[in-house]
């Protein structure tokens, strides 16, 4: 069973910093992409980041995250971050890693953490 534990999430103050990270159990192989996305209350579950676990690591980005967040990879350890800085309370969520695998892109998820940015 694939495990995804994240860690990081916490309550800050608007300007502040949080760093995110996920770990992927030992036992997934053919990691393809791993990324971040957010759910607000009452909102849809949007992307915030990913990033390629091949070779150049390719990252993409929100357009509302783009300058303030950082994602970043660890292949040796399976994991994944999200440096988060000048958050603003926009920024509240339950920020969820995701990861794909495999040749059909298999999708899996953590169990979320919660991000409280207050004003």
């Keep these: 069973q694939v495990q995804l534990v994240e860690s990081g999430g916490g309550l800050v103050q608007a300007g502040g910093s949080l760093n995110l990270s996920c770990a992927a159990s030992r036992n997934i192989f053919?990691?393809?992409?791993?990324?971040?996305?957010?759910?607000?209350?009452?909102?849809?579950?949007?992307?915030?980041?990913?990033?390629?676990?091949?070779?150049?690591?390719?990252?993409?980005?929100?357009?509302?995250?783009?300058?303030?967040?950082?994602?970043?990879?660890?292949?040796?350890?399976n994991?994944?971050?999200?440096?988060?800085?000048?958050?603003?309370?926009?920024?509240?969520a339950v920020y969820y890693c995701n990861l794909k695998a495999g040749s059909g892109y298999t999708n899996y998820w953590g169990q979320g953490t919660q991000v409280t940015v207050s004003s």
């Design 30 to 77: 053919s990691i393809k992409i791993m990324g971040w996305f957010r759910q607000a209350p009452g909102k849809q579950r949007e992307l915030v980041a990913t990033i390629s676990f091949g070779p150049g690591g390719s990252t993409s980005y929100a357009d509302s995250v783009k300058g303030r967040f950082t994602i970043s990879r660890d292949n040796a350890r």
């Design 79 to 92: 994991t994944v971050y999200l440096q988060m800085n000048s958050l603003n309370p926009g920024d509240t």
